[in-house]
């Protein structure tokens, strides 16, 4: 029953590029990195919450819709994890995979506070993060769900998404009785797609901690306040149907969420589609820091120049900018503890540090697009010398696109400010990656680096501009 809802539901075969629900589906593994999730949490969301649209009645573009928004509903989460980290003292993606799993009520966060807040902090920090959590909240909360959600819908239309789509998610944190957030909506002025992509999402946090009882349970628990009492009696009699809980496991989820997509609305994505998804997810990368702004589009502006100058074409520069775009996505694997530490960190800090190589590799493997590009994306810390990571590679195993990319990432990272250190003027970023010709850096990146920043007159201290995506939303 559960492999085909309708005829709209039917697995296209015929599609001769990758389907959207392929790379986003792949893509949104990296946000289940983000908010602590275990692998496969936006995927079995979307399985839980399209049935739960089918079940009420939603079909066509309706139904597609819900399909994306719940999919894709965690797309601004990585906008506020620097600030969950630093309010809360720990690590952002533990902090939100509790968070998820507490009670609905004022002691429940009050007691998940207490237990989680500053456990390695020393007794004076922790107790002014404590106090300054019990004083504030409800401002401390709307200020995360605000960005989060906003943030999340941006990039959806950024994606080319409806509106629809958009403000689902826009909508995603607030609940039946006008108790959410950011905007306190209450009833039906919450979107559908909204008030499902919630209720999907607590199913299935409680489906993976402790079975599907306990999703149920929670969910009926919820019915009136947070969730809208006809969606959780649709969703009770939905999942309690045999076999409906199967296609959530590891290995099964993936084909089952390719099947579900409606056939009819299926998009397919060509190459101008998929640098607005680069470009996209570059800014979902970015906002994992507030070190970070525009760092991804930087990287992929001046690699596309560097190539340009070593004589690649069109066709090569176009792969290698994506690649490079998207050179980061692992870190959003990685907690902020560690990525905005103003110190040096320690031996096992650094060991997670270095793990966002290997998750810029296995992310990207994921999409079969961009499988040939994974190598050269996850490479960008491997040095010439054979001292890199992840994989201590030797000279002649490095490509030239990742020769390119470790150059323009070498440079902006030293042009921006980071936690530790104040962003360096051109010249002194040069005297530092001058000594690493040969050794780190390839010699021909680097002098068409110097030729193109000395050709532009050195780098805007801003961000730079946003790619014109070349597409805007008819709604």
């Not at 009882?213 to 809208?228: K, L, P, S, Y």
Request: aromatic share 8%; charged share 20%; net charge negative.
């Amino acid at each position: 029953m559960f492999q085909n809802i309708a005829n709209d539901f039917a697995l296209d075969t015929a599609a001769k590029s990758m389907s959207l629900s392929e790379i986003l589906s792949a893509f949104s593994f990296a946000l289940d990195m983000t908010e602590g999730q275990s692998p496969g949490h936006s995927l079995r969301a979307c399985w839980i919450g399209t049935h739960l649209a089918a079940a009420i009645g939603l079909s066509g573009a309706a139904l597609r819709d819900v399909y994306y928004a719940v999919m894709l509903k965690d797309l601004g989460c990585s906008s506020n994890a620097a600030r969950v980290s630093e309010l809360f003292l720990g690590d952002d993606r533990a902090l939100k995979s509790g968070f998820k799993l507490i009670g609905t009520t004022e002691a429940d966060f009050a007691a998940f506070v207490t237990a989680n807040v500053g456990v390695e902090a020393e007794a004076a920090s922790r107790d002014a993060a404590i106090a300054n959590l019990a004083a504030n909240a409800g401002v401390i909360l709307t200020e995360f769900m605000d960005t989060r959600c906003t943030r999340g819908a941006d990039i959806a239309r950024q994606l080319r998404f409806s509106e629809d789509v958009a403000t689902a998610i826009a909508h995603l944190d607030e609940h039946w009785d006008g108790s959410g957030l950011p905007r306190n909506l209450s009833g039906d002025a919450i979107h559908i797609g909204g008030r499902i992509a919630l209720l999907a999402q607590v199913a299935d946090v409680f489906f993976s901690a402790k079975g599907s009882a306990a999703a149920i349970a929670e969910v009926r628990a919820r019915r009136g306040t947070w969730f809208d009492p006809a969606l959780v009696d649709a969703f009770v009699a939905v999942a309690s149907v045999r076999g409906f809980w199967e296609p959530l496991a590891p290995g099964l989820i993936e084909t089952a969420i390719f099947q579900l997509e409606p056939a009819s609305l299926r998009v397919t994505v060509d190459g101008d589609y998929l640098d607005d998804i680069a470009t996209a997810f570059g800014q979902v990368i970015d906002a994992k820091s507030p070190y970070t702004g525009g760092h991804s589009d930087r990287v992929g502006r001046f690699s596309d120049a560097i190539a340009t100058r070593m004589g690649l074409c069109a066709s090569e520069r176009r792969v290698l900018r994506r690649a490079a775009m998207l050179h980061d996505i692992g870190k959003l694997g990685v907690s902020s503890t560690i990525l905005e530490k103003p110190g040096k960190l320690s031996d096992d800090e650094w060991v997670v540090m270095r793990s966002h190589a290997m998750l810029t590799g296995e992310i990207l493997g994921r999409v079969g697009v961009l499988r040939d590009m994974a190598m050269i994306a996850a490479s960008h810390h491997e040095r010439l010398d054979g001292a890199g990571y992840p994989l201590a590679l030797r000279a002649e195993m490095i490509s030239l696109e990742t020769r390119i990319i470790s150059t323009a990432d070498f440079f902006d990272a030293l042009t921006a400010d980071r936690p530790y250190r104040p962003a360096m003027s051109v010249d002194q970023a040069f005297s530092v990656m001058q000594p690493e010709v040969g050794k780190a850096i390839d010699g021909g990146c680097f002098a068409a680096l110097c030729a193109e920043v000395d050709s532009i007159g050195g780098i805007p201290k801003a961000p730079l501009p946003e790619i014109n995506l070349g597409w805007q939303n008819p709604q």
